[in-house]
């Protein structure tokens, strides 16, 4: 995987800089170098450091998608296309001081830079994107969403049955390589159902992503050839995860005021 500049970073977590705000300035970061006894600041022209974005692995074994999603797809498809996106991603940073210290959320949205996309933005965005897709799916998964996601999703959509819908049609009439999304709205506070070409993520309009599907061909086709139909009613059925969508939801509402609780009457 990619490296340090001085190999003074080996984790595989994102590095991120607390208090780091809205509009992008380069961070004015000590230099930081590891010994016996733990980091220490360098002196100004010491040899500097690259930001390092690793691997995550899915939150499940490669196999336990079976029969639905082949540990094959997973292999070529994050042990492959994934991969490539996270050493791609740390190449082009090695030489790009300037992105030094952001978190992967924060880089998604410089690197967009308000629909002129700088050159890492495919990379950083693809990366995200399949954190979140991996996440976005567990064994034993699909069936119906519960509790607050199926009553916002009714809320937002007239029926469960009418949001199925949108999201297959939005799958299925996706012209090339992209994504499909059910995302919560800021502005209207409400969920909305979008599609998003190649490698553009929702995060760069401020909207929330709760659950995603990728569309592009690497994630279907060793397991349902161009039956793109297959794959996105597989995905319904059996793998997207509504618990995470649920918890996903719960964090939103910290930030996007969806109207007064229920409470319970006695
Ligand atoms: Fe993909």
């Keep these: ?17 607390t208090g780091f705000s809205q509009g992008f300035k380069s961070p ?3 230099r930081l170098s590891k ?13 500097r450091i690259c930001a390092y974005y690793g691997l995550r692995t899915p939150p499940y074994k490669l196999d336990a998608l079976e029969p639905h999603m082949s540990q094959r797809t997973l292999e070529m498809h994050w042990g492959g296309h994934h ?9 082009q940073l090695e030489k790009s001081e300037i992105l030094y210290g952001c978190t992967l959320d924060e880089l998604v949205k410089v690197t967009y830079n308000n629909g002129n996309p700088s050159p890492e933005f495919n990379n950083a965005a693809q990366v995200w994107n399949h954190d979140f897709f991996w996440e976005s799916m567990q064994p034993g998964g699909g069936s119906m969403p519960e509790l607050g996601v199926l009553q916002q999703i009714e809320k937002d959509f007239g029926s469960y049955t009418n949001f199925r819908e949108k999201f297959v049609e939005a799958a299925l009439t996706l012209f090339g390589s992209g994504w499909v999304w059910l995302v919560l709205k800021r502005e209207e506070r409400r969920l909305a ?9 929702p995060l760069v309009w401020d909207d929330i992503p709760i659950i995603s599907l990728d569309m592009w061909e690497h994630a279907y086709y060793l ?27 719960a964090r939103a509402e910290a930030f996007v005021n ?6 319970p009457i006695a």
């Design 1 to 17: 995987m990619g490296s340090c500049c001085n190999g003074a970073f080996s984790a595989s977590s994102h590095l991120s800089v």
């Design 83 to 91: 991969r490539n996106y996270v050493e791609g991603l740390n190449k």
């Design 258 to 263: 969806l109207g007064e609780p229920k409470i």
């Design 28 to 30: 004015k970061l000590p």
């Design 35 to 47: 010994r016996q006894d733990g980091w220490f600041a360098q002196p100004p022209g010491a040899s």
């Design 193 to 201: 159902v979008i599609k998003t070409s190649n490698a553009i993520c």
């Design 223 to 249: 397991d349902y050839k161009n039956d793109k139909g297959k794959y996105v009613n597989v995905f319904m059925n059996h793998l997207v995860s509504w618990n995470v969508a649920m918890a996903r939801m």
